[in-house]
């Protein structure tokens, strides 16, 4: 079965630089989440979008945007890195048709030196 | 604020025992997630057991909740060495907005010896 699928799955950056994350969901998936994961936490929940509007806000700090497209495609950029941006990123899909279960993305290792 | 705290944060135990892990949270909840990782790789969804619901099965798992008490527990019978993961319960409060985030606990580290 089709999977979330993120690129790129590496990326080094260096402080105050800019990256942009992509994101595609399971086919017919409507929503679409980001979270972040840093070293040995748990993933804490940045933004979601339903229906390429933005539905839910963590998280997030005001130096990330993100946005969701006609396909349903999401991507996340980042302005001004920081040493502390370093973590993995996941995005997850899911059908808000049914029962809300995310399904996610292997992730973006985005490192900051 | 952290929504779920795991117990124990570390689990070791032999191939083939049971492995029983716990979570609390804080507020209320439509539903309840329990999802595996594998050392830095991604989030696998196991089983959501909504909040009228007090036990769920799905293959060697099996998930309570007790809404009165705000916890819940992932029991993982025969385990293997595969089960080797970090397991994290997730929340979701869906008030009807949209797609809410999911509020994750810190997880517990499993490592099942062979």
């Known amino acids: 079965a089709a999977g979330v699928i993120q690129s790129p799955r590496h990326l080094i950056k260096e402080k105050r630089e800019t990256a942009t994350l992509k994101c595609y969901p399971i086919?017919?998936?409507?929503?679409v989440y980001w979270y972040q994961q840093g070293p040995g936490q748990d993933p804490q929940f940045l933004i979601s979008?339903?229906?390429?509007?933005?539905?839910d806000k963590g998280s997030i700090p005001d130096r990330f945007s993100a946005q969701q497209f006609s396909d349903y495609h999401s991507e996340l950029n980042m302005s001004s890195l920081e040493l502390g941006d370093s973590a993995l990123y996941f995005c997850?899909?899911?059908?808000?048709?049914?029962?809300?279960?995310?399904?996610f993305g292997p992730g973006t290792r985005l490192t900051v030196t | 604020s952290q929504q779920g705290e795991e117990d124990p944060q570390a689990l070791s135990i032999q191939e083939g025992e049971n492995a029983t892990m716990n979570c609390s949270y804080k507020t209320s909840i439509n539903n309840l997630q329990w999802y595996r990782q594998n050392s830095g790789r991604g989030l696998v969804h196991l089983i959501l057991i909504r909040s009228n619901e007090r036990e769920k099965h799905s293959g060697r798992l099996r998930v309570t909740l007790d809404t009165s008490k705000k916890s819940s527990s992932l029991l993982i019978t025969a385990s293997r060495a595969a089960d080797t993961a970090s397991y994290f319960c997730?929340?979701?409060?869906?008030?009807?907005?949209?797609?809410?985030?999911?509020?994750f606990g810190k997880g517990t580290h499993l490592i099942i010896q062979p």
């Open positions: 997730a929340t979701g409060m869906y008030s009807g907005g949209g797609a809410d985030g999911l509020t």
């Open positions: 979008f339903y229906e390429k509007m933005q539905s």
């Open positions: 997850a899909s899911s059908y808000s048709g049914n029962s809300y279960e995310q399904y």
């Open positions: 086919p017919r998936h409507d929503t």
